[in-house]
């Protein structure tokens, strides 16, 4: 039982142009959301979060959207710079619950193209 | 602040073998977890430690996985009798407020 879904496995977009990465959940108890980025050989390094509580958080290059009646979440790059070229994880959080933990996707693999 | 370090980063061992996996968290964090990670799949997490208790372990194997977080020193994740479904990398995270959770660069164990 997938609860986190990233559908595309991966994407690929020209330098310069917006990446949107896209992530659904279903367990409706999830209200805090996580982005990471992955290199190949290295940990996941935390990006940006947005709690329920919000729709939208920026940072920097770095956008996340929330649509909770849709149980979905998006993440935009703007603009895509070759280094962003990494696996990108969906994570999300019952923070109701005691133990914290996240829940991830299986991730989405983006290639910026120069 | 040195970020989260883990050791060792690579491990072999033969199947029936112990495999001990430590993780030593920023400064100042007092929460650690541990994930895991099979190829193509997304993090699992396994559990989450505070100093000397185990709050959760519902992501862990029953039989011959076990954690600690001592108070003194790194967590460790300790595998007894590895098997090749083990395999696998494991990746340990801590966090200020159990929110952000900052991971290490894990230790991709190999059983052969």
């Known amino acids: 039982d997938q609860q986190v879904k990233q559908n595309s496995p991966s994407l690929s977009v020209q330098e310069g142009r917006i990446s949107i990465l896209n992530c659904d959940y279903t367990?409706?108890?999830?209200?805090?959301f996580l982005w990471y980025k992955k290199y190949p050989a290295e940990g996941p390094t935390f990006l940006i979060s947005?709690?329920?509580?919000?729709d939208k958080n920026e940072d920097g290059r770095f956008t996340v959207f929330l649509n909770k009646s849709a149980k979905h979440l998006s993440l935009h790059i703007v603009p895509s710079q070759p280094g962003d070229s990494a696996v990108y994880f969906c994570?999300?959080?019952?923070?109701?619950?005691?133990?914290?933990?996240?829940?991830f996707g299986k991730g989405t693999l983006l290639t910026v193209n120069p | 602040n040195a970020g989260v370090m883990q050791n060792p980063r690579h491990l072999v061992r033969r199947r029936g073998q112990e495999a001990r996996l430590r993780c030593s968290p920023m400064?100042?964090?007092?929460?650690v977890y541990w994930y895991r990670q099979l190829p193509e799949e997304g993090l699992k997490f396994m559990v989450y430690?505070?100093?000397?208790?185990?709050?959760?372990e519902s992501g862990m194997p029953k039989e011959r996985f076990s954690a600690e977080f001592p108070k003194e020193g790194p967590s460790i994740l300790r595998i007894q009798q590895v098997v090749r479904g083990d395999s696998a990398a494991y990746f340990c995270?801590?966090?200020?407020?159990?929110?952000?959770?900052?991971f290490g660069p894990g230790t991709r164990l190999t059983v052969t």
């Open positions: 430690l505070q100093k000397e208790n185990i709050i959760d």
């Open positions: 367990n409706s108890m999830f209200d805090y």
């Open positions: 400064k100042g964090h007092s929460h």
């Open positions: 947005i709690s329920s509580i919000k």
């Open positions: 994570a999300a959080m019952d923070s109701g619950g005691s133990n914290y933990k996240l829940t």
């Open positions: 995270a801590s966090s200020p407020n159990n929110y952000e959770q900052y």
